[in-house]
């Protein structure tokens, strides 16, 4: 049968009207926005990779950048790439803050999730939140002003900006993150997990430690692993509290300087072009990489729990 | 939470202990904070005052108030606002309300957790090279808020994309059903519902961007200005980047002004915090549906 | 044998399924349903839980177009024309009324559910959305009960009331086809009724493609009835012929009689 059943009541029945051209407009304007993040991430990469590649392809030298300490970009007699000193550097903090951030911020998470009820627990979750808002300025300056002081008066030394202290700081920063991360991975632990383990009589630590924690191991690592992608990027406020002296430190009392602080504290005095400036950029591209490389494996770990 | 016949005294103990190792655990992440949002507080608080907050640094910036970094700030935070969020917005719904379950999508979602994650130092070389150099804007506050936008993007489409998807797909399928298109179905019913939750996000991105530093310092934000900038394309002080100049390179700075600075930094990122968890809560006691 | 020459006369078919078949992933959920519906009938489709009712009805106003999963095959022609090749399917479901399972009121007010439809037509004028409001209300047999209260959110009204406000807003289309999905599972026996005379009523009006997971409302109801079991349709037939021992399967008869389902 034909449409012509219907001539008079409904005339023009499939026609692309405003609504439909409207919608098809609205899908692809949202569509654009959507795609925006990926231009801007690779966006990034390009032309960080635009400013640093006339340096790598024409001072670079792998052997320098990975294996000599000697950042002396400035020289004028021999300038030297080395950022051996610096990748140390950022390590050594790193490393001092997951120290202290893993296991407050597991505990924590623990706690607000498996321990905490009703107002209490919403009362901390807040708090975490409130620290996790505080600018890494602000961080910096509370390293250099007040824990300065604490180090030195606590622990007899010299000069209080160091690896501690910037590793405190920055295992501070990282905790709140980390600890809403963790909380998440455990809440998702279905709770007939629970009830189960604690129908066969298992008390609540139990049920967390033999049948929680297990389940939310993936989630937990995920939550260090971006833990420490945080405190590997982190600037400011490593540049304010690590003392920001090249050096191979022998104790948590030594002064380092990290990847990012050199940028930050070096990218204002270099001249668009130069080696130097080119090699900042460089030191950039390497922190995109590993710091993508680290999201991206956070991101799959992740992935491997909802698999299961 | 305790049966009493299902656990013996020694579990019970035990039990309690562990608890209590977890609440210590909790305390001292927190602790620490509120004894040095007290010390800013006790060196801060005695320099505030209309003077401070609203006139001009002097000799050096060892004297005098800090209201062109101040305002600098609003400005910054502003225009990358009015970048960001209908951008993010917008992103936000693609995903939420057309995408598909393919790589594209998840291709974006990967962009969008790195553009988290990647250093803000690194946006502020992105920001150098894209924005500064290429497109020509120069050391300006165009330049430095997009910086900033692009790194705030993510949270607003993560926010956004939360209170939308918190809207039931039964009022869109109803809403199908009727004969709307995917977009009125978005414009009348989605964002309406969603909008507060919305608005919850863009509060946090403020507080966000108001106190980042790395990613102005060479896009934007000066060291020291004796005016107030006249559009976008001019230079501007920031709160954040002040506090770094004033603790790390300018001597003979009293004391208690970088703790001032801090402390204003810090009562206005908390403050929108708060407001935005506020926001929150008075959401989550008021569904309508 | 009178059952095959009354199914066989009557007006012009509105809606005409040709061998539809439905899967979601590698499950069917619909397989082979050819099936006639005439215009200004109220057609009744019974048939146990997972029978494919539902799906059957989304294929109809083209909802699997908002879910990637959902694979349609074979044709619907609708108007006399196939679904699949509408161009505006916003435009199709505009044609189509459809009234869910639990009533879903719209976060709105309970004015605003019903001119929302309107509204999408492009009337925009308060006098003329406040006639077509109380026309719907009323056709659906629940304007007395709200006509103090249309600014009061739609959530807000009992269950009966809520499905009656879908049934107005339904109708609000103005559609030619309306479509029910066992509207009473959510409803009292009392409103039940009255959205029964609602349909009677309608009848003269528009078509009704009523699918119910009761079978005497079938009966109570539906001109002709189709039994649809695990995704198939087992037979079609003058709702009186299979209510009255002419159907022709087996199972039909065993369901109709309750024998399970």
């Not at chain 1, 600890?179 to 991975?185: P, V």
């Not at chain 2, 505030?48 to 907050?53: D, E, K, N």
């Not at chain 2, 990122?269 to 989550?284: D, W, Y």
């Not at chain 3, 001119?115 to 719907?136: H, M, Q």
Request: some cysteine.
């Amino acid at each position: 049968m034909s449409s012509d059943a219907f001539p008079t009541r409904r005339p023009a029945l499939d026609r692309l009207d405003g609504a439909w051209a409207a919608d098809k407009a609205a899908q692809v304007l949202m569509f654009v926005a959507g795609i925006s993040a990926i231009v801007f991430i690779l966006g990034i990469f390009a032309f960080i990779a635009r400013e640093g590649l006339s340096f790598v392809f024409s001072r670079f030298s792998f052997a320098e950048f990975f294996g000599s300490i000697r950042w002396a970009p400035t020289s004028n007699s021999n300038p030297t790439f080395g950022a051996l000193a610096l990748i140390v550097g950022t390590a050594s903090v790193t490393g001092m803050a997951m120290i202290v951030a893993i296991p407050f911020s597991l505990g924590a998470a623990v706690y607000i999730a498996e321990f905490a009820r009703g107002r209490t627990r919403e009362t901390l979750k807040v708090l975490v939140e409130l620290l996790a808002a505080i600018p890494s300025v602000v961080w910096g300056f509370i390293g250099l002003s007040i824990m300065n002081k604490l180090i030195i008066d606590v622990f007899d030394v010299s000069v209080g900006l160091n690896v501690l202290n910037a590793g405190i700081i920055l295992g501070l920063m990282a905790a709140p993150i980390m600890t809403t991360i963790a909380e998440d991975a455990l809440k998702a632990v279905p709770d007939r997990y629970r009830e189960a383990a604690e129908a066969m009589g298992a008390t609540r630590w139990q049920v967390i430690r033999r049948v929680v924690l297990p389940a939310a191991r993936n989630g937990l690592a995920s939550a260090v692993l971006l833990g420490v992608g945080r405190g590997f990027g982190e600037t400011m406020a490593v540049l304010m509290a690590s003392g920001h002296s090249i050096n191979l430190p022998t104790s948590i009392f030594d002064s380092v300087r990290a990847l990012t602080a050199t940028i930050a504290a070096e990218l204002g005095e270099t001249a668009v072009g130069s080696d130097h400036y080119g090699a900042l950029f460089t030191l950039g591209l390497f922190l995109f990489l590993i710091t993508f490389a680290i999201n991206l494996t956070a991101d799959l770990v992740v992935r491997g729990i909802r698999k299961k | 939470m305790f049966q009493a016949s299902a656990l013996n005294d020694r579990n019970a103990r035990i039990q309690r202990r562990w608890r209590l190792l977890f609440l210590v655990m909790t305390l001292l992440l927190i602790l620490p904070v509120a004894i040095i949002l007290g010390l800013l507080v006790h060196h801060g608080a005695p320099v505030i005052s209309w003077s401070f907050l609203f006139e001009f640094p002097r000799q050096g910036m060892t004297a005098g108030g800090i209201f062109p970094a101040l305002l600098g700030t609003i400005f910054l935070v502003s225009l990358a606002l009015v970048f960001s969020v209908p951008l993010g917005i917008a992103a936000a719904i693609y995903l939420s309300e057309y995408a598909r379950d393919n790589w594209l999508t998840r291709a974006i979602n990967l962009a969008i957790i790195n553009l988290a994650g990647v250093p803000s130092i690194v946006h502020a070389l992105f920001g150098v090279g894209a924005f500064v150099l290429f497109f020509r804007f120069g050391t300006s506050i165009l330049a430095a808020s997009l910086t900033l936008g692009i790194m705030a993007l993510p949270v607003v489409i993560v926010s956004t994309r939360e209170s939308l998807q918190a809207v039931p797909r039964a009022f869109r399928e109803a809403c199908w059903a009727l004969g709307a298109t995917r977009w009125q179905t978005i414009r009348k019913v989605v964002l309406p519902n969603s909008v507060s939750g919305i608005l919850t996000g863009v509060i946090l991105e403020v507080s966000r961007t108001a106190g980042e530093t790395a990613p102005i310092m060479f896009t934007g934000a000066a060291f020291f200005l004796p005016f107030l900038p006249e559009s976008v394309y001019d230079q501007t002080m920031a709160l954040s980047l002040h506090l770094f100049v004033l603790s790390t390179q300018v001597p003979g700075v009293p004391e208690g002004v970088p703790y001032g600075v801090a402390l204003v930094l810090i009562a206005i990122v908390l403050s929108m915090n708060a407001l935005s968890i506020g926001f929150r809560m008075v959401l989550r006691g008021r569904k309508r549906w | 044998m009178v059952g095959p020459e009354r199914t066989e006369s009557g007006g012009n078919s509105l809606l005409e399924v040709d061998d539809l078949t439905v899967s979601y992933g590698r499950h069917v959920a619909l397989s082979g349903v050819t099936l006639t519906v005439r215009q200004n009938e109220i057609f009744g489709i019974i048939g146990p839980a997972n029978a494919g009712k539902t799906t059957f009805l989304q294929a109809v106003n083209r909802m699997d177009q908002f879910n990637d999963a959902i694979k349609v095959d074979g044709a619907v022609r609708f108007m006399g024309r196939d679904v699949a090749r509408w161009r505006n399917t916003f435009a199709l479901r505009r044609q189509i009324g459809v009234v869910f399972p639990l009533p879903v009121g719209l976060p709105l007010s309970v004015y605003e559910n019903v001119a929302f439809a309107p509204r999408l037509r492009g009337v925009s004028k308060k006098a003329d959305l406040d006639v077509l409001v109380e026309r719907y209300l009323r056709r659906a047999a629940l304007w007395e009960e709200v006509k103090d209260r249309l600014d009061t959110l739609g959530s807000m009204l009992s269950g009966g009331q809520q499905q009656r406000l879908t049934i107005a807003r339904a109708l609000s289309q103005d559609p030619v086809l309306l479509m029910l999905d066992e509207f009473s599972i959510a409803v009292d026996p009392v409103t039940t009724m009255k959205i029964e005379d609602v349909l009677r009523e309608l009848r003269s009006e528009l078509t009704i493609l009523l699918v119910t997971n009761l079978v005497q409302q079938a009966r109570r109801l539906a001109d002709r009835t189709a039994f649809f079991l695990d995704g198939s349709l087992v037979e079609v037939g003058v709702t009186e012929d299979l209510f009255t021992g002419r159907a022709r399967h087996r199972e039909t008869v065993d369901y109709i009689e309750g024998r399970f389902g």
